[in-house]
């Protein structure tokens, strides 16, 4: 059992939709985090949100952190090629200090 | 900026045999990590360590040893390989409470 749930596993959409990935915990996570991964590379950090209720955005990215500290979501307007990738989720429950558990991932495609 | 390197990228291991996995930082870093990532199972924690000549286990430490004699660096040592241990592994690093920066990993067959 993950201690963090992504959702969905896989998407793939056309270019020009929008779309939103999940991630859900029972636990309570200091911060969380979301990573973007390419075939042969490590994840590369996208975005840390820390407040309850945040809102960050990254030119057509949208990261939300819930109220209660258990969830997130990431948000993408109007999707391009370039947003191919893995998407992780990761945080650090407020028992694990710096460590972090990351989610099982989504993988995105964009098609042309 | 070479940031965290890992070496070597890909490496085929007969079962039984051991090796090690380099990974360095030259960000000064207090924290470093290892992962692994198999398919469909995200990253998972096998040992960090929090400054040189301090290491703790992490998620999945079996089969695995560490060291950190040095800022820089942090090895990842296999004993007795094993087909279960064939995985993507990734170092990462980071200062006090801050994200993680990740090398582009290492590709471990085992056979």
């Known amino acids: 059992t993950q201690l963090l749930e992504q959702s969905p596993q896989f998407l793939s959409i056309q270019e020009g939709e929008n779309l939103t990935v999940y991630c859900n915990s029972s636990s309570v996570f200091s911060s969380l985090q979301w990573y973007r991964q390419e075939p042969g590379e490590g994840p590369v950090l996208l975005v840390t949100?820390?407040?309850?209720?945040e809102v960050k955005k990254l030119k057509r990215l949208t990261f939300q952190f819930g109220d209660a500290r258990k969830d997130s979501s990431l948000h993408i307007t109007a999707a391009q090629t370039g947003d191919t990738g893995l998407y992780l989720c990761?945080?650090?429950?407020?028992?694990?200090?710096?460590?972090?558990?990351f989610g099982a991932g989504t993988i995105l495609r964009v098609k042309s | 900026n070479a940031g965290v390197t890992q070496t070597p990228k890909f490496r085929i291991l007969k079962i039984g045999q051991s090796m090690t996995l380099q990974c360095t930082q030259d960000m000064n870093h207090n924290y470093m990590y290892w992962y692994r990532q198999d398919p469909g199972m995200g990253l998972k924690l096998i040992y960090y360590s929090v400054g040189a000549g301090i290491t703790d286990k992490g998620e999945v430490p079996n089969g695995y040893n560490v060291s950190r004699s040095t800022t820089e660096d942090f090895p990842l040592r296999l004993e007795l390989a094993a087909p279960s241990q064939t995985s993507v592994y990734f170092c990462?690093?980071?200062?006090?409470?801050?994200?993680?920066?990740f090398g582009d990993g290492t590709r471990l067959s085992i056979l």
């Open positions: 949100v820390v407040t309850g209720g």
């Open positions: 990761a945080g650090a429950p407020m028992e694990y200090g710096n460590k972090l558990v």
């Open positions: 990462a690093s980071s200062p006090i409470g801050q994200a993680q920066h």
